[in-house]
Protein backbone atom coordinates (compact mmCIF):
# COMPACT_ATOMS: atom_id res chain seq x y z
CA UNK A 1 0.00 0.00 0.00
CA UNK A 2 2.86 2.30 0.83
CA UNK A 3 4.53 2.23 -2.56
CA UNK A 4 4.42 5.56 -3.94
CA UNK A 5 7.39 5.76 -5.41
CA UNK A 6 6.99 3.16 -7.30
CA UNK A 7 4.09 4.39 -8.66
CA UNK A 8 4.56 7.48 -9.11
CA UNK A 9 5.10 7.26 -12.93
CA UNK A 10 9.18 8.63 -12.54
CA UNK A 11 10.53 10.82 -15.53
CA UNK A 12 13.30 8.36 -16.11
CA UNK A 13 10.82 5.36 -16.78
CA UNK A 14 10.26 4.49 -20.52
CA UNK A 15 6.68 3.73 -21.65
CA UNK A 16 6.59 -0.16 -23.12
CA UNK A 17 4.42 0.84 -25.75
CA UNK A 18 3.46 -3.01 -25.69
CA UNK A 19 4.34 -6.18 -23.59
CA UNK A 20 2.64 -6.01 -20.02
CA UNK A 21 0.93 -2.79 -21.47
CA UNK A 22 -1.45 -5.01 -23.36
CA UNK A 23 -2.53 -7.00 -20.12
CA UNK A 24 -3.33 -3.28 -18.61
CA UNK A 25 -5.16 -1.95 -21.91
CA UNK A 26 -7.22 -5.77 -21.55
CA UNK A 27 -8.05 -4.22 -18.02
CA UNK A 28 -9.05 -0.64 -19.37
CA UNK A 29 -11.09 -2.05 -21.97
CA UNK A 30 -12.95 -4.05 -19.45
CA UNK A 31 -13.21 -0.87 -16.40
CA UNK A 32 -14.43 1.48 -19.24
CA UNK A 33 -17.13 -1.13 -20.30
CA UNK A 34 -18.38 -1.53 -16.67
CA UNK A 35 -18.06 2.52 -15.85
CA UNK A 36 -19.72 3.61 -18.81
CA UNK A 37 -22.39 0.78 -19.82
CA UNK A 38 -23.62 -0.14 -16.05
CA UNK A 39 -25.47 3.26 -15.36
CA UNK A 40 -27.59 2.49 -18.37
CA UNK A 41 -27.60 -1.15 -18.06
CA UNK A 42 -29.51 -0.88 -14.82
CA UNK A 43 -32.45 0.47 -16.26
CA UNK A 44 -33.69 -2.32 -17.59
CA UNK A 45 -34.71 -3.56 -13.84
CA UNK A 46 -36.19 0.04 -13.11
CA UNK A 47 -40.17 -1.42 -14.14
CA UNK A 48 -39.27 -4.37 -11.80
CA UNK A 49 -38.83 -1.78 -9.00
CA UNK A 50 -41.18 0.69 -9.91
CA UNK A 51 -43.90 -2.49 -9.25
CA UNK A 52 -42.03 -3.31 -5.68
CA UNK A 53 -41.47 0.01 -4.14
CA UNK A 54 -44.51 1.55 -5.42
CA UNK A 55 -42.35 4.73 -7.09
CA UNK A 56 -42.64 6.63 -10.41
CA UNK A 57 -40.17 6.55 -13.14
CA UNK A 58 -38.25 9.38 -12.51
CA UNK A 59 -37.57 8.18 -9.03
CA UNK A 60 -35.75 5.01 -9.96
CA UNK A 61 -34.02 7.35 -13.15
CA UNK A 62 -32.20 8.84 -9.58
CA UNK A 63 -30.04 5.29 -9.29
CA UNK A 64 -28.33 5.98 -13.02
CA UNK A 65 -27.93 9.88 -12.24
CA UNK A 66 -26.34 8.96 -9.12
CA UNK A 67 -24.20 6.58 -10.41
CA UNK A 68 -22.95 9.01 -13.47
CA UNK A 69 -22.64 11.67 -10.63
CA UNK A 70 -20.36 9.76 -8.72
CA UNK A 71 -18.32 8.21 -11.70
CA UNK A 72 -17.81 12.36 -12.37
CA UNK A 73 -18.09 13.89 -9.17
CA UNK A 74 -15.80 11.98 -7.19
CA UNK A 75 -12.46 13.09 -9.69
CA UNK A 76 -10.24 14.86 -7.48
CA UNK A 77 -11.06 12.21 -4.34
CA UNK A 78 -9.78 9.52 -6.88
CA UNK A 79 -6.86 11.84 -7.85
CA UNK A 80 -5.74 11.87 -4.06
CA UNK A 81 -6.03 8.33 -3.44
CA UNK A 82 -3.93 7.59 -6.47
CA UNK A 83 -1.01 10.04 -5.58
CA UNK A 84 -1.16 8.71 -2.11
CA UNK A 85 -1.84 4.92 -2.04
CA UNK A 86 -1.20 4.11 -5.81
CA UNK A 87 -3.27 3.10 -8.70
CA UNK A 88 -3.39 -1.14 -7.94
CA UNK A 89 -4.30 -0.52 -4.46
CA UNK A 90 -7.14 2.09 -5.38
CA UNK A 91 -8.82 -0.31 -8.18
CA UNK A 92 -8.61 -3.52 -6.00
CA UNK A 93 -10.76 -1.44 -2.97
CA UNK A 94 -12.66 -0.10 -5.78
CA UNK A 95 -13.67 -3.53 -7.05
CA UNK A 96 -14.83 -4.77 -3.82
CA UNK A 97 -17.19 -1.12 -3.46
CA UNK A 98 -18.48 -1.52 -6.77
CA UNK A 99 -19.48 -5.48 -5.96
CA UNK A 100 -20.61 -4.70 -2.38
CA UNK A 101 -22.82 -2.10 -3.09
CA UNK A 102 -24.98 -4.35 -6.18
CA UNK A 103 -24.93 -7.42 -3.63
CA UNK A 104 -26.54 -5.08 -0.70
CA UNK A 105 -28.82 -3.45 -3.12
CA UNK A 106 -30.34 -7.18 -3.52
CA UNK A 107 -31.65 -6.77 -0.07
CA UNK A 108 -32.99 -3.61 -0.12
CA UNK A 109 -36.33 -2.51 1.39
CA UNK A 110 -36.53 0.63 -0.04
CA UNK A 111 -35.94 2.55 -3.01
CA UNK A 112 -33.88 5.43 -0.47
CA UNK A 113 -31.30 2.27 0.13
CA UNK A 114 -31.11 1.64 -3.50
CA UNK A 115 -29.92 5.14 -4.13
CA UNK A 116 -27.28 4.31 -1.11
CA UNK A 117 -26.03 1.10 -2.16
CA UNK A 118 -26.65 0.66 -6.22
CA UNK A 119 -25.89 4.31 -6.06
CA UNK A 120 -23.47 6.21 -4.35
CA UNK A 121 -21.22 3.01 -2.49
CA UNK A 122 -20.67 0.86 -6.51
CA UNK A 123 -20.90 4.45 -8.12
CA UNK A 124 -17.93 4.97 -6.08
CA UNK A 125 -16.26 1.64 -6.64
CA UNK A 126 -16.51 2.05 -10.43
CA UNK A 127 -14.70 5.80 -10.45
CA UNK A 128 -11.92 4.21 -7.97
CA UNK A 129 -11.56 2.17 -11.09
CA UNK A 130 -11.96 4.14 -14.30
CA UNK A 131 -10.02 7.01 -13.37
CA UNK A 132 -6.67 4.53 -12.20
CA UNK A 133 -7.15 2.72 -15.12
CA UNK A 134 -6.31 5.98 -17.76
CA UNK A 135 -3.85 6.54 -16.03
CA UNK A 136 -2.02 3.18 -16.07
CA UNK A 137 -3.14 3.12 -19.91
CA UNK A 138 -1.11 6.67 -19.96
CA UNK A 139 2.43 5.41 -18.20
CA UNK A 140 2.01 2.16 -19.90
CA UNK A 141 1.58 3.68 -23.89
CA UNK A 142 3.36 6.65 -25.73
CA UNK A 143 3.80 6.06 -29.53
CA UNK A 144 0.70 4.16 -29.42
CA UNK A 145 -1.08 5.74 -26.85
CA UNK A 146 -4.00 7.03 -29.40
CA UNK A 147 -4.31 3.36 -30.41
CA UNK A 148 -4.75 2.18 -27.27
CA UNK A 149 -7.24 5.28 -25.92
CA UNK A 150 -9.32 4.22 -28.96
CA UNK A 151 -9.26 0.36 -27.95
CA UNK A 152 -9.91 0.89 -24.53
CA UNK A 153 -12.72 3.22 -25.28
CA UNK A 154 -14.50 0.70 -27.31
CA UNK A 155 -15.20 -1.03 -23.73
CA UNK A 156 -18.07 1.41 -23.55
CA UNK A 157 -20.22 0.34 -26.85
CA UNK A 158 -19.09 -3.36 -26.34
CA UNK A 159 -20.56 -3.81 -22.63
CA UNK A 160 -23.77 -1.61 -23.04
CA UNK A 161 -24.58 -4.01 -26.26
CA UNK A 162 -23.70 -7.26 -24.09
CA UNK A 163 -25.34 -6.10 -20.35
CA UNK A 164 -28.54 -4.29 -21.94
CA UNK A 165 -29.84 -7.74 -23.08
CA UNK A 166 -28.05 -9.75 -19.75
CA UNK A 167 -29.72 -8.17 -17.67
CA UNK A 168 -33.37 -8.53 -19.24
CA UNK A 169 -32.05 -12.05 -18.82
CA UNK A 170 -31.53 -11.94 -15.19
CA UNK A 171 -34.31 -10.08 -14.61
CA UNK A 172 -36.72 -12.54 -16.15
CA UNK A 173 -34.62 -15.57 -14.76
CA UNK A 174 -34.40 -14.29 -11.17
CA UNK A 175 -35.93 -10.86 -10.60
CA UNK A 176 -34.41 -7.70 -9.97
CA UNK A 177 -33.21 -8.72 -6.50
CA UNK A 178 -31.31 -12.22 -8.17
CA UNK A 179 -30.34 -10.05 -11.11
CA UNK A 180 -28.14 -7.02 -8.76
CA UNK A 181 -26.65 -10.60 -6.87
CA UNK A 182 -25.39 -11.50 -10.02
CA UNK A 183 -24.30 -8.13 -10.75
CA UNK A 184 -22.41 -7.80 -8.01
CA UNK A 185 -20.36 -10.88 -8.63
CA UNK A 186 -19.52 -10.05 -11.80
CA UNK A 187 -17.97 -6.62 -10.94
CA UNK A 188 -15.54 -8.41 -8.68
CA UNK A 189 -14.08 -8.75 -12.41
CA UNK A 190 -12.66 -5.35 -11.40
CA UNK A 191 -10.25 -6.16 -8.99
CA UNK A 192 -9.31 -8.86 -11.19
CA UNK A 193 -8.76 -5.84 -14.11
CA UNK A 194 -6.95 -3.99 -10.87
CA UNK A 195 -4.35 -6.74 -10.22
CA UNK A 196 -3.24 -6.43 -13.85
CA UNK A 197 -1.83 -2.65 -13.11
CA UNK A 198 1.56 -4.02 -12.23
CA UNK A 199 3.18 -0.25 -11.76
CA UNK A 200 6.57 0.65 -13.94
CA UNK A 201 9.67 0.22 -12.26
CA UNK A 202 11.95 3.19 -12.24
CA UNK A 203 15.86 2.69 -14.12
CA UNK A 204 18.42 1.34 -11.23
CA UNK A 205 20.70 4.62 -10.20
CA UNK A 206 24.43 4.57 -8.62
CA UNK A 207 25.30 5.30 -5.31
CA UNK A 208 25.75 8.23 -6.50
CA UNK A 209 23.05 9.76 -7.34
CA UNK A 210 20.87 8.01 -4.70
CA UNK A 211 21.13 10.73 -2.31
CA UNK A 212 19.78 13.56 -4.01
CA UNK A 213 17.21 10.98 -5.40
CA UNK A 214 15.62 10.65 -1.73
CA UNK A 215 15.64 14.13 -0.81
CA UNK A 216 13.01 14.91 -4.13
CA UNK A 217 10.27 16.72 -2.68
CA UNK A 218 7.09 14.68 -1.88
CA UNK A 219 4.06 14.42 -4.64
CA UNK A 220 1.10 16.80 -4.14
CA UNK A 221 -2.11 14.92 -3.47
CA UNK A 222 -3.96 16.91 -6.06
CA UNK A 223 -1.96 19.10 -8.09
CA UNK A 224 -3.90 22.32 -8.88
CA UNK A 225 -1.04 23.53 -10.81
CA UNK A 226 -2.54 22.35 -14.05
CA UNK A 227 -4.60 25.60 -13.90
CA UNK A 228 -1.23 27.50 -14.79
CA UNK A 229 -1.66 25.77 -18.42
CA UNK A 230 -3.54 27.56 -20.46
CA UNK A 231 -4.03 24.64 -22.79
CA UNK A 232 -5.81 22.69 -19.57
CA UNK A 233 -8.45 25.65 -18.87
CA UNK A 234 -9.63 25.60 -22.83
CA UNK A 235 -9.94 22.03 -22.41
CA UNK A 236 -11.81 22.27 -18.85
CA UNK A 237 -14.22 24.82 -20.27
CA UNK A 238 -15.00 23.11 -23.90
CA UNK A 239 -15.31 19.74 -22.41
CA UNK A 240 -18.15 21.08 -20.00
CA UNK A 241 -19.66 22.65 -22.36
CA UNK A 242 -19.69 19.73 -24.33
CA UNK A 243 -21.16 17.11 -21.83
CA UNK A 244 -23.95 19.78 -21.62
CA UNK A 245 -25.53 18.18 -24.67
CA UNK A 246 -23.46 15.20 -25.70
CA UNK A 247 -25.47 12.94 -23.69
CA UNK A 248 -28.67 14.01 -24.78
CA UNK A 249 -29.34 12.52 -28.12
CA UNK A 250 -28.85 8.78 -26.75
CA UNK A 251 -31.53 9.69 -23.97
CA UNK A 252 -33.83 11.05 -25.91
CA UNK A 253 -34.02 8.96 -29.36
CA UNK A 254 -35.46 5.83 -28.21
CA UNK A 255 -38.45 8.30 -26.76
CA UNK A 256 -38.55 9.96 -30.20
CA UNK A 257 -39.20 7.00 -32.63
CA UNK A 258 -42.28 6.54 -30.00
CA UNK A 259 -43.79 9.54 -30.58
CA UNK A 260 -43.51 8.97 -33.95
CA UNK A 261 -45.42 6.13 -33.87
CA UNK A 262 -43.00 3.41 -34.31
CA UNK A 263 -42.85 -0.03 -31.98
CA UNK A 264 -41.42 -0.18 -28.84
CA UNK A 265 -38.84 -2.99 -29.98
CA UNK A 266 -38.23 -0.90 -33.34
CA UNK A 267 -37.39 2.35 -31.08
CA UNK A 268 -35.04 0.13 -28.84
CA UNK A 269 -32.99 -0.86 -32.09
CA UNK A 270 -31.67 2.53 -32.88
CA UNK A 271 -29.88 2.63 -29.85
CA UNK A 272 -28.18 -0.98 -31.01
CA UNK A 273 -27.64 0.13 -34.36
CA UNK A 274 -25.42 3.58 -32.46
CA UNK A 275 -24.02 0.63 -30.47
CA UNK A 276 -22.70 -1.36 -33.06
CA UNK A 277 -21.40 2.10 -35.67
CA UNK A 278 -19.79 3.27 -32.24
CA UNK A 279 -17.57 -0.24 -31.38
CA UNK A 280 -15.90 0.61 -34.74
CA UNK A 281 -15.53 4.01 -34.51
CA UNK A 282 -13.27 4.25 -31.59
CA UNK A 283 -10.69 1.95 -32.72
CA UNK A 284 -10.33 3.20 -36.41
CA UNK A 285 -10.00 7.19 -35.06
CA UNK A 286 -7.42 6.14 -32.20
CA UNK A 287 -5.43 5.00 -35.16
CA UNK A 288 -5.74 7.78 -37.26
CA UNK A 289 -4.95 9.91 -34.16
CA UNK A 290 -1.79 8.14 -34.14
CA UNK A 291 -0.61 8.91 -37.26
CA UNK A 292 2.78 10.92 -37.51
CA UNK A 293 1.09 14.19 -39.38
CA UNK A 294 -2.02 13.63 -37.16
CA UNK A 295 -1.08 13.08 -34.26
CA UNK A 296 0.53 17.02 -33.20
CA UNK A 297 -2.78 18.23 -34.31
CA UNK A 298 -5.13 15.99 -32.30
CA UNK A 299 -6.49 18.72 -30.34
CA UNK A 300 -8.20 20.33 -33.85
CA UNK A 301 -9.19 16.29 -34.85
CA UNK A 302 -10.79 16.59 -31.47
CA UNK A 303 -12.92 19.72 -32.46
CA UNK A 304 -13.67 18.82 -35.58
CA UNK A 305 -15.21 15.18 -34.17
CA UNK A 306 -17.37 17.99 -32.17
CA UNK A 307 -18.22 19.97 -34.59
CA UNK A 308 -19.32 16.65 -36.99
CA UNK A 309 -21.15 15.49 -33.84
CA UNK A 310 -23.33 19.27 -33.33
CA UNK A 311 -24.27 18.88 -36.69
CA UNK A 312 -25.07 15.09 -36.72
CA UNK A 313 -27.32 16.75 -33.95
CA UNK A 314 -28.87 19.68 -35.68
CA UNK A 315 -29.69 17.30 -38.88
CA UNK A 316 -31.11 14.81 -36.42
CA UNK A 317 -33.73 17.37 -35.49
CA UNK A 318 -35.18 16.84 -38.50
CA UNK A 319 -36.00 13.31 -38.84
CA UNK A 320 -39.57 13.01 -39.77
CA UNK A 321 -39.86 8.91 -40.04
CA UNK A 322 -37.55 6.17 -39.48
CA UNK A 323 -35.25 6.07 -41.66
CA UNK A 324 -34.21 9.21 -40.73
CA UNK A 325 -33.65 8.60 -37.51
CA UNK A 326 -31.28 5.14 -38.44
CA UNK A 327 -29.19 7.53 -40.69
CA UNK A 328 -28.91 10.06 -37.84
CA UNK A 329 -27.58 6.61 -35.34
CA UNK A 330 -25.06 5.62 -38.01
CA UNK A 331 -23.68 8.94 -37.89
CA UNK A 332 -24.11 10.46 -34.06
CA UNK A 333 -22.32 6.81 -33.88
CA UNK A 334 -19.09 7.90 -35.72
CA UNK A 335 -18.93 10.90 -34.15
CA UNK A 336 -19.94 9.95 -30.72
CA UNK A 337 -17.35 6.91 -31.11
CA UNK A 338 -14.72 9.59 -32.46
CA UNK A 339 -15.30 11.79 -29.32
CA UNK A 340 -15.03 8.98 -26.85
CA UNK A 341 -11.78 7.92 -28.57
CA UNK A 342 -10.33 11.36 -28.28
CA UNK A 343 -11.08 12.56 -24.96
CA UNK A 344 -8.70 11.67 -23.13
CA UNK A 345 -5.95 11.09 -25.47
CA UNK A 346 -5.99 14.85 -25.80
CA UNK A 347 -5.81 15.81 -22.29
CA UNK A 348 -3.06 13.34 -21.80
CA UNK A 349 -1.28 15.49 -24.66
CA UNK A 350 -1.89 18.75 -22.65
CA UNK A 351 -0.65 18.29 -19.11
CA UNK A 352 2.02 15.19 -20.03
CA UNK A 353 1.84 12.33 -17.77
CA UNK A 354 3.47 13.49 -14.23
CA UNK A 355 0.20 16.17 -13.83
CA UNK A 356 -2.61 13.65 -15.70
CA UNK A 357 -3.68 11.87 -12.25
CA UNK A 358 -4.48 15.71 -10.92
CA UNK A 359 -5.67 16.64 -14.39
CA UNK A 360 -8.59 14.45 -15.07
CA UNK A 361 -10.05 13.96 -12.21
CA UNK A 362 -10.54 17.98 -11.71
CA UNK A 363 -11.84 17.86 -15.15
CA UNK A 364 -14.17 14.76 -14.74
CA UNK A 365 -15.75 17.02 -11.06
CA UNK A 366 -16.38 20.08 -14.07
CA UNK A 367 -18.01 17.79 -16.28
CA UNK A 368 -19.78 16.30 -13.32
CA UNK A 369 -21.93 19.45 -12.91
CA UNK A 370 -22.60 19.21 -16.78
CA UNK A 371 -24.13 16.12 -16.53
CA UNK A 372 -26.27 17.22 -13.96
CA UNK A 373 -27.77 19.89 -15.80
CA UNK A 374 -27.80 18.75 -19.42
CA UNK A 375 -30.42 15.93 -19.79
CA UNK A 376 -32.74 17.14 -16.96
CA UNK A 377 -33.01 20.62 -18.76
CA UNK A 378 -33.45 18.99 -22.04
CA UNK A 379 -36.42 17.00 -20.23
CA UNK A 380 -37.73 20.19 -19.30
CA UNK A 381 -37.63 21.73 -22.39
CA UNK A 382 -39.24 18.88 -23.93
CA UNK A 383 -42.18 19.46 -21.39
CA UNK A 384 -42.30 23.38 -22.15
CA UNK A 385 -42.41 22.11 -25.90
CA UNK A 386 -43.60 18.70 -26.67
CA UNK A 387 -41.34 19.04 -29.71
CA UNK A 388 -38.26 16.58 -29.69
CA UNK A 389 -36.43 19.70 -32.44
CA UNK A 390 -35.85 21.66 -29.85
CA UNK A 391 -34.18 19.20 -27.88
CA UNK A 392 -31.47 18.01 -30.93
CA UNK A 393 -31.35 21.51 -31.57
CA UNK A 394 -29.95 23.13 -28.03
CA UNK A 395 -27.66 19.60 -27.88
CA UNK A 396 -26.28 20.43 -31.04
CA UNK A 397 -25.45 24.08 -30.26
CA UNK A 398 -24.12 23.61 -27.34
CA UNK A 399 -21.65 20.51 -28.67
CA UNK A 400 -20.64 22.64 -31.54
CA UNK A 401 -20.19 25.85 -29.36
CA UNK A 402 -17.76 23.57 -27.43
CA UNK A 403 -15.42 22.76 -30.75
CA UNK A 404 -15.14 26.49 -31.31
CA UNK A 405 -13.72 27.00 -28.13
CA UNK A 406 -11.67 24.69 -28.01
CA UNK A 407 -10.31 25.07 -31.85
CA UNK A 408 -10.35 28.76 -31.71
CA UNK A 409 -8.73 28.95 -28.06
CA UNK A 410 -5.85 26.75 -28.94
CA UNK A 411 -5.32 28.27 -32.08
CA UNK A 412 -4.98 32.29 -31.13
CA UNK A 413 -4.10 31.47 -27.12
CA UNK A 414 -1.72 29.00 -27.13
CA UNK A 415 1.74 29.75 -28.24
CA UNK A 416 3.53 26.98 -30.17
CA UNK A 417 6.65 25.39 -28.15
CA UNK A 418 9.94 25.49 -30.01
CA UNK A 419 10.33 22.25 -32.54
CA UNK A 420 12.86 19.55 -31.11
CA UNK A 421 15.63 18.63 -33.87
CA UNK A 422 14.47 15.79 -35.41
CA UNK A 423 17.38 14.94 -37.46
CA UNK A 424 19.32 12.11 -37.03
CA UNK A 425 22.88 14.43 -36.59
CA UNK A 426 20.75 16.46 -34.10
CA UNK A 427 19.57 13.62 -31.90
CA UNK A 428 23.27 12.05 -31.72
CA UNK A 429 24.66 15.47 -30.57
CA UNK A 430 21.83 15.79 -27.58
CA UNK A 431 22.18 12.28 -26.69
CA UNK A 432 26.00 13.02 -26.64
CA UNK A 433 25.60 16.19 -24.35
CA UNK A 434 23.38 14.48 -22.25
CA UNK A 435 26.42 11.88 -21.66
CA UNK A 436 28.74 14.46 -21.01
CA UNK A 437 26.52 15.85 -18.49
CA UNK A 438 26.00 12.73 -16.58
CA UNK A 439 29.80 11.90 -16.03
CA UNK A 440 31.08 11.44 -12.54
CA UNK A 441 33.89 13.04 -11.17
CA UNK A 442 36.48 10.24 -11.81
CA UNK A 443 35.07 10.44 -15.79
CA UNK A 444 36.27 14.01 -15.90
CA UNK A 445 40.00 12.97 -14.49
CA UNK A 446 40.34 10.41 -16.59
CA UNK A 447 39.41 12.68 -19.50
CA UNK A 448 41.83 15.48 -18.47
CA UNK A 449 44.79 13.33 -18.69
CA UNK A 450 43.68 11.63 -21.75
CA UNK A 451 44.03 15.20 -23.17
CA UNK A 452 47.22 16.05 -21.60
CA UNK A 453 49.06 13.41 -23.14
CA UNK A 454 47.51 14.08 -26.34
CA UNK A 455 49.33 17.63 -26.12
CA UNK A 456 52.68 16.09 -25.25
CA UNK A 457 52.79 13.78 -28.00
CA UNK A 458 51.30 16.38 -30.75
CA UNK A 459 54.26 16.75 -32.80
CA UNK A 460 55.41 20.70 -33.35
CA UNK A 461 55.57 21.39 -37.39
CA UNK A 462 56.98 24.42 -38.61
CA UNK A 463 57.86 25.37 -34.80
CA UNK A 464 54.18 25.79 -34.25
CA UNK A 465 51.97 23.57 -32.71
CA UNK A 466 49.18 22.24 -34.82
CA UNK A 467 46.01 23.14 -33.80
CA UNK A 468 42.65 21.09 -34.11
CA UNK A 469 39.19 21.64 -32.56
CA UNK A 470 39.81 19.31 -30.16
CA UNK A 471 42.64 21.12 -28.37
CA UNK A 472 42.23 24.62 -29.25
CA UNK A 473 40.74 27.30 -26.67
Same mark, same amino acid.
Given at each position: ????????????????????? %?????? !??? #???????? *??????????????????????? %?????????? @?????? !??? !??????????????????????????? !?????????????????????????????????????????????? $?????????????????????? %?????????????????????? /????????????????????????????????????? @?????????????? *??????????????????? $?????? +??? #?????????????? +?????? /????????????????????????? @?????????????? @?????????????? #?????????????????????? +????????????????????????????????????????????????????????????????????? *?????????????????????????????????
Amino acid at each position: MGAVVVDDGPSGVKAPDGGWG %WAVLFG !CFI #ITGFSYAF *PKAVSVFFKELIREFGVGYSDTA %WISSILLAML @YGTGPL !CSV !CVNRFGCRPVMLVGGLFASMGMVIASF !CTSIVQIYLTAGVITGLGLALNFQPSLIMLNRYFDKRRPLANGLSA $AGSPVFLCALSPLGQILQHEYG %WRGGFLILGGMLLNCCVCGALM /RPLEPPKKSEATKEPAEKKAKKKLLDFSVFKDGGFVI @YTLAASIMVLGLFV *PPVFVVSYAKDLGYQDTKA $AFLLTI +LGF #IDIFARPICGMVAG +LKWVRP /RCVYLFSFAMIFNGFTDLMGSMSVD @YGGLVVFCIFFGIS @YGMVGALQFEVLMA #IVGTQKFSSAIGLVLLAEAMAV +LIGPPSAGKLLDLTRRYMFVFIIAGIEVTTSALVLALGNFFCIKKKPEEPHTKEAAAEREELNKSEDKT *PEDAKVDSIEVEQFLKDEPEKNGEVVTNPETCV
